[in-house]
């Protein structure tokens, strides 16, 4: 069979030169055959560096597979092919070719074998997803597609620092274990959490995924943070203050999930929180832990980006997507509703769902290795996830009280791309065999015992049964139209606010030195006048005749003077 | 857009069926927790329906201070717009301060 050497994101980066120059069915067709190309491809491709050459003294290797890069680049694959279903009526070009050059640089990210090329793929991630925000067209998608712009940009400059100082350190630019060593190690560490969304540094998330298009949340959702995953996993295992890190994630974003009113928004805040139960598995370190974290995000990607879509089908159908606009969408959108449903059952972790088969790996490692505390922030955070995610989006969107809106099911592709999401995390859910053949160790772990499916069930229908409790006594807060304030206001609002006062307080300092300075000139001039105001003085207008007279000689003896000289 | 046609949850007999179906499921796993021999990992879990109260407590304290914190991050829709509005947009709303912290 013909194979080809070359590596994924080049396949896919000629994929989006086709889509910039071709329109309709074929258009769909070349971008649906790249992602699937691709991966059949790369799944007959042996394990070690494919392509190296040298740069500047340094061995370069764009394309370096093992285990974790291969988990990484199936899942991308999937994602990619399910995205651009998900997208196929699209007619803009901007937003194909920029959803085609994005699902490239994450591919090319995960199979860089060293860290130059991860920081060009770091970059390119940032400035092709940026066109799936700006393609909203608004004012502002724009303001937040250039605030995402900087953000992403900053990260990738942190990184490059660090790189150089690791380089300059080590001598090498391989990218391996680095640990929190040096400057190199805290710069680099900076620049993954940042594209990781840790708490403090994720505004950029939340600010930014809700206000892309319909279709390009879902390629959002799917690539850059899971790249910042698969970086800290190879990067950082083991480091402790990921555990830390990681537990405050998986639980501070679910407050402010609970009472946001964009429903995107609210997923933004639960990817947040997944993303908080990898980073704890990388924390802890251990096979079971990684295998954890990994098979995670592998689910994460499909269960979360079925739930951006079906979400995103809402916006299509309806153009609302906040929760105080919407409600009764079931009775139209029943195939929508099923799916979101299947959606939710899985990243709160059902029994015989995805989301169960890979959460459960990292909380049993967390109490394997003794963290007791963090697996109970994990355990809160599996019911609050549940709570947001499980049942606040499809109750919001789908049922509550009925608003009104008749919206049908959304177009033949988009139910496609839903189905096939959600034929995985039953499938994953189901025969969590052919996930864990994947994984980078071999652990043997078995979801499926009694007291875990029992523990787990019970978890989640209390928690559904404090949501009915909390609903009939009106204790549930309601949707509202509004706006929290998240980290994000401390660059939005308080720091330009601080500037603001700074600079009219030294504008004001300013104009009053200058005032005085000029009143001082002007009261020395004022004297310096009087003085010479007298008759005859140097500022006088009159002058007595005598001293014309004076004056008129002076001026002859000095013409008598010169014709001498002649 | 017909208002008329019935749907399965207008009637509220169908809501009450679910909600009892899940009164009962709760119900059910909690009984279980007795019969079922558990191998537990911690020692927490020893409680009879330890998960069961965790899940449901969780959620009842996640909401409670997610209100509570409503008090101090909830602003108006329009909080951010002055970002993108232009100035023109500004004088018709003829909406005064903006720009402090506090409104």
């Given at each position: 069979?013909?194979?080809?050497?070359?590596?994924?994101f080049?396949?896919?980066?000629?994929?989006?030169?086709?889509?910039?120059v071709t329109?309709?069915r074929?258009?769909?067709?070349?971008?649906?055959?790249?992602?699937i190309?691709?991966?059949?491809?790369?799944?007959?491709?042996?394990e070690?560096?494919?392509l190296?050459?040298?740069?500047?003294?340094?061995?370069?290797?764009?394309?370096?597979?093992?285990?974790?890069?291969?988990?990484?680049?199936?899942?991308?694959?999937?994602?990619?092919?399910?995205?651009?279903?998900?997208?196929?009526?699209?007619?803009?070009?901007?937003?194909?070719?920029?959803?085609?050059?994005?699902?490239?640089?994450a591919?090319?990210?995960?199979?860089?074998?060293?860290?130059?090329?991860?920081?060009?793929?770091?970059?390119?991630?940032?400035?092709?997803?940026?066109?799936?925000?700006l393609?909203?067209?608004?004012?502002?998608?724009?303001?937040?597609?250039?605030?995402?712009?900087?953000i992403q940009i900053?990260?990738?400059v942190l990184?490059?620092v660090?790189?150089?100082?690791?380089?300059?350190?080590?001598?090498?630019?391989?990218?391996?274990?680095?640990?929190?060593?040096?400057?190199?190690?805290?710069?680099?560490f900076?620049?993954i959490?940042?594209?990781?969304?840790?708490?403090?540094?994720?505004?950029?998330l939340?600010d930014?995924?809700?206000?892309?298009t319909?279709?390009?949340?879902?390629?959002?959702?799917?690539?850059?943070?899971?790249?910042?995953?698969?970086?800290?996993?190879?990067?950082?295992?083991?480091?402790?203050?990921?555990?830390?890190?990681?537990?405050?994630?998986?639980?501070?974003?679910?407050?402010?999930?609970?009472?946001?009113?964009?429903?995107?928004?609210?997923?933004?805040?639960s990817?947040m929180?997944?993303?908080g139960?990898?980073?704890?598995?990388?924390g802890?370190?251990?096979?079971?832990a990684?295998?954890?974290a990994?098979a995670?995000?592998?689910?994460?990607?499909i269960?979360k980006?079925?739930?951006?879509?079906?979400m995103?089908?809402?916006?299509?159908?309806?153009?609302?997507?906040n929760?105080?606009?919407l409600?009764?969408?079931?009775?139209?959108?029943p195939?929508?509703t099923?799916?979101?449903?299947?959606?939710?059952?899985?990243?709160?972790a059902?029994?015989l769902?995805s989301?169960?088969?890979?959460?459960?790996?990292?909380?049993?490692a967390?109490?394997?290795?003794?963290?007791?505390?963090?697996?109970?922030?994990?355990l809160?955070a599996?019911?609050?996830?549940?709570?947001?995610?499980?049942?606040?989006i499809?109750y919001?969107?789908?049922?509550?009280h009925?608003?009104g809106?008749r919206?049908?099911d959304p177009?033949?592709?988009?139910?496609?791309?839903?189905?096939?999401a959600?034929?995985?995390c039953?499938?994953?859910?189901?025969y969590?065999?052919?996930l864990?053949?994947?994984?980078?160790?071999?652990?043997?772990?078995?979801?499926?015992?009694?007291?875990?499916?029992?523990?787990?069930?019970?978890?989640?229908?209390f928690?559904?049964?404090?949501?009915?409790?909390?609903?009939?006594r009106?204790?549930?807060?309601?949707?509202?139209?509004?706006?929290?304030l998240d980290?994000?206001?401390?660059y939005?609002?308080?720091f330009?606010?601080?500037?603001?006062?700074?600079?009219?307080?030294?504008?004001?300092i300013?104009g009053?030195?200058?005032?005085?300075?000029?009143?001082?000139?002007?009261s020395?001039?004022?004297?310096?006048?009087?003085?010479?105001?007298?008759?005859?003085?140097?500022?006088?207008?009159?002058h007595?005749?005598?001293?014309?007279?004076?004056?008129?000689?002076?001026?002859?003896?000095i013409?008598?003077?010169l014709?001498?000289?002649? | 857009?017909?208002?008329k046609?019935?749907?399965i949850?207008?009637d509220?007999k169908?809501?009450?069926?679910?909600?009892?179906?899940?009164?009962a499921?709760?119900a059910?796993?909690?009984?279980?927790?007795?019969?079922?021999?558990?191998?537990?990992?911690?020692?927490?879990?020893?409680?009879w329906?330890f998960?069961?109260?965790?899940?449901?407590?969780?959620?009842v304290?996640?909401?409670?201070?997610?209100?509570w914190m409503?008090g101090?991050?909830?602003?108006?829709?329009?909080?951010?717009?002055?970002?993108?509005?232009?100035?023109?947009?500004?004088?018709?709303t003829?909406?005064?301060?903006?720009?402090n912290?506090?409104?």
């Amino acid at each position: 069979m013909w194979m080809t050497e070359l590596p994924p994101f080049v396949l896919f980066f000629i994929g989006a030169l086709i889509a910039a120059v071709t329109s309709g069915r074929l258009r769909g067709v070349v971008m649906l055959a790249i992602p699937i190309v691709s991966a059949v491809n790369l799944w007959m491709m042996p394990e070690g560096i494919h392509l190296q050459f040298s740069f500047m003294d340094y061995q370069l290797s764009p394309y370096k597979i093992d285990k974790l890069s291969l988990m990484f680049a199936y899942v991308f694959h999937i994602a990619a092919v399910i995205a651009i279903t998900y997208s196929l009526h699209v007619k803009d070009t901007v937003q194909q070719v920029a959803g085609m050059l994005y699902a490239g640089s994450a591919l090319g990210a995960v199979f860089a074998g060293d860290l130059l090329t991860l920081f060009v793929f770091w970059e390119l991630l940032a400035l092709t997803s940026v066109f799936l925000i700006l393609a909203r067209r608004t004012p502002r998608a724009y303001v937040v597609g250039m605030r995402y712009l900087i953000i992403q940009i900053f990260s990738g400059v942190l990184l490059l620092v660090g790189v150089l100082f690791y380089a300059a350190e080590k001598g090498t630019l391989d990218f391996q274990y680095i640990g929190l060593e040096g400057v190199y190690g805290w710069l680099i560490f900076f620049a993954i959490g940042i594209k990781c969304a840790f708490p403090l540094l994720h505004s950029w998330l939340t600010d930014a995924y809700p206000e892309a298009t319909p279709t390009g949340t879902v390629f959002l959702s799917a690539f850059t943070t899971k790249v910042a995953v698969y970086a800290l996993a190879r990067a950082y295992p083991g480091t402790e203050m990921l555990i830390y890190i990681g537990a405050a994630m998986a639980c501070l974003p679910i407050f402010w999930a609970v009472i946001e009113n964009d429903l995107r928004r609210v997923l933004a805040y639960s990817l947040m929180n997944q993303v908080g139960f990898m980073v704890v598995g990388i924390g802890i370190g251990t096979a079971l832990a990684i295998n954890g974290a990994v098979a995670h995000a592998f689910n994460d990607v499909i269960f979360k980006g079925l739930l951006f879509m079906s979400m995103g089908s809402v916006l299509h159908m309806t153009g609302r997507i906040n929760g105080s606009d919407l409600g009764g969408l079931y009775k139209t959108m029943p195939k929508t509703t099923i799916l979101c449903i299947v959606g939710a059952a899985s990243i709160s972790a059902f029994p015989l769902f995805s989301g169960f088969v890979s959460k459960s790996m990292v909380m049993a490692a967390a109490l394997e290795n003794g963290y007791d505390w963090i697996w109970l922030m994990l355990l809160f955070a599996s019911a609050g996830v549940f709570h947001h995610a499980g049942i606040k989006i499809p109750y919001f969107a789908f049922f509550a009280h009925d608003s009104g809106l008749r919206a049908s099911d959304p177009p033949t592709n988009m139910l496609v791309a839903m189905f096939i999401a959600a034929g995985l995390c039953i499938g994953i859910g189901v025969y969590p065999a052919a996930l864990y053949s994947l994984l980078p160790y071999d652990t043997g772990y078995n979801p499926y015992d009694a007291t875990h499916v029992l523990a787990q069930t019970q978890l989640l229908f209390f928690s559904a049964l404090a949501f009915v409790w909390l609903n009939l006594r009106g204790l549930y807060p309601p949707e509202l139209k509004s706006t929290h304030l998240d980290f994000d206001w401390t660059y939005r609002r308080f720091f330009p606010l601080i500037l603001r006062r700074l600079f009219a307080t030294i504008w004001k300092i300013d104009g009053q030195i200058r005032r005085s300075f000029i009143s001082k000139l002007d009261s020395g001039l004022h004297y310096l006048a009087q003085r010479n105001a007298g008759a005859s003085s140097l500022l006088s207008r009159d002058h007595p005749a005598g001293s014309m007279v004076i004056w008129v000689t002076v001026l002859l003896a000095i013409y008598l003077l010169l014709s001498f000289i002649r | 857009m017909d208002n008329k046609t019935k749907y399965i949850f207008d009637d509220p007999k169908n809501v009450k069926r679910v909600m009892y179906f899940l009164y009962a499921s709760c119900a059910l796993l909690f009984a279980l927790d007795f019969v079922i021999h558990r191998h537990v990992y911690h020692s927490w879990e020893n409680l009879w329906g330890f998960h069961a109260i965790y899940g449901f407590v969780g959620c009842v304290v996640l909401v409670v201070v997610a209100k509570w914190m409503r008090g101090f991050l909830m602003r108006p829709e329009d909080y951010y717009d002055d970002e993108w509005k232009t100035d023109e947009d500004e004088k018709n709303t003829s909406k005064a301060g903006v720009l402090n912290v506090d409104d």
